[in-house]
């Protein structure tokens, strides 16, 4: 018969927490008030779906250089539409409601904020009855 050694012992114990029960806040606690390392950090956009994010630099690009400039509408143009605009009794608001835009595009347009856009100027023609 084999030998046995009686100074050998076993000893069983738990298995440690889960990956779910470690990252608890009651773990991380624990963890801290023993003094042990604890390394958390947080995760940029995590668990949601953001496919579609706009980069930091879209506005640097813009500014940069004259070939990546958008066009905006010119002075002369934003007067007439608000000109005709009053000369019909209409807000903004309502000539925004008459060619279904929204109110803060024609402010852009009439301010020389907005990127031209010949289906829009087509419907304040329309709706204004001038020539832009």
Request: charged share 30%.
């Amino acid at each position: 018969m084999a030998e046995s050694h009686w100074d050998m012992v076993t000893v069983l114990c738990k298995k440690g927490p889960t990956a779910a029960q470690a990252k608890s806040k009651q773990a991380i606690l624990a963890a801290q008030r023993r003094g042990e390392d604890v390394e958390t950090s947080k995760k940029w956009a995590a668990g949601q779906n953001k496919q579609h994010s706009i980069t930091k630099n879209t506005p640097k690009l813009d500014r940069e250089t004259e070939e990546l400039h958008h066009d905006q509408v010119t002075l002369e143009v934003g007067k007439v539409i608000q000109q005709g605009r009053q000369s019909k009794g209409l807000t903004q608001k309502d000539l925004a409601t008459k060619i279904n835009e929204k109110p803060q595009v024609i402010a852009d347009y009439e301010s020389e904020r907005a990127i031209p856009n010949n289906q829009f100027l087509g419907k304040i023609e329309r709706a204004i009855g001038l020539k832009l």
